[in-house]
């Protein structure tokens, strides 16, 4: 069964760093694309970029770019999103999918992390 | 503000038939890149709905259909139940942001 499985909830204070997880299982992890999507607090989705983690190669939507950094560990099969100084505007949820293709839906989803930046 | 722009809202009594439209331009959609549908309910995550434009993955109704057209997709529904009630996004590529992925404003499905 394929699974995605998230870290859980963060609460920080502005300017500190986050990194978050997602552990890929019941597949080759190498094999797919992992992409990170945005969801503020009712609010709609947001691509924000994708990894493919047998050789590393990300893409990171323009309004992403430079904002966060998306990495990934294939020897322990989890994906990263991380950011070097979290803004209250970073406050929402975080989900990860899989991907097959480079241009194909995200197929299974974790089921999101909620990162809350207040101080 | 999407490329991919989506009507804030639609309804639909029991047993009726609703669509849900996602316009596009000539750098996403028009471009020939697919169209993929997902549906969130409430407090869950999003799952995917239809790919490719009209493809439906294994153990989504025959219910829910897809289909595009020139800068456009549409969404219909049939049947509609109360567990239909969901957020609904559509999502393509577009070459203007280097290729990579947006999804719509998301439509919020009511069933009356």
């Known amino acids: 069964e394929v699974q995605l499985v998230q870290s859980g909830a963060e609460v920080k204070k502005p300017g500190e760093s986050l990194k978050i997880s997602c552990k890929g299982s019941g597949y080759s992890f190498t094999s797919y694309w992992i992409g990170w999507v945005r969801q503020m607090p009712g609010k709609g989705l947001e691509w924000m970029g994708i990894i493919y983690p047998g050789d590393s190669d990300t893409r990171y939507s323009p309004s992403f770019q430079g904002q966060v950094t998306i990495s990934a560990d294939k020897s322990i099969s989890t994906a990263y999103l991380q950011w070097s100084s979290l803004k209250a505007s970073d406050t929402a949820m975080y989900y990860c999918a899989r991907q097959s293709g480079r241009y194909l839906p995200f197929d299974y989803w974790g089921q999101g992390t909620l990162v809350t930046v207040s101080s | ?112």
């Open chain 2, 1 to 112: 503000q999407s490329v991919l722009t989506q009507p804030p809202s639609v309804s639909g009594a029991p047993g009726q038939r609703v669509t849900i439209s996602c316009t596009g331009s000539s750098s996403n959609i028009g471009a020939g890149y697919d169209v993929h549908w997902y549906q969130q309910l409430p407090g869950t995550a999003p799952k995917l709905l239809i790919y490719g434009n009209s493809n439906r993955p294994s153990g989504v109704p025959d219910r829910f259909s897809g289909s595009k057209s020139g800068t456009s997709a549409s969404l219909a529904i049939t049947g509609l139940q109360a567990e239909d009630e969901a957020d609904y996004y559509c999502q393509s590529y577009d070459s203007s942001l280097s290729g990579e992925g947006v999804f719509g404003g998301g439509t919020k499905l009511t069933v009356l």
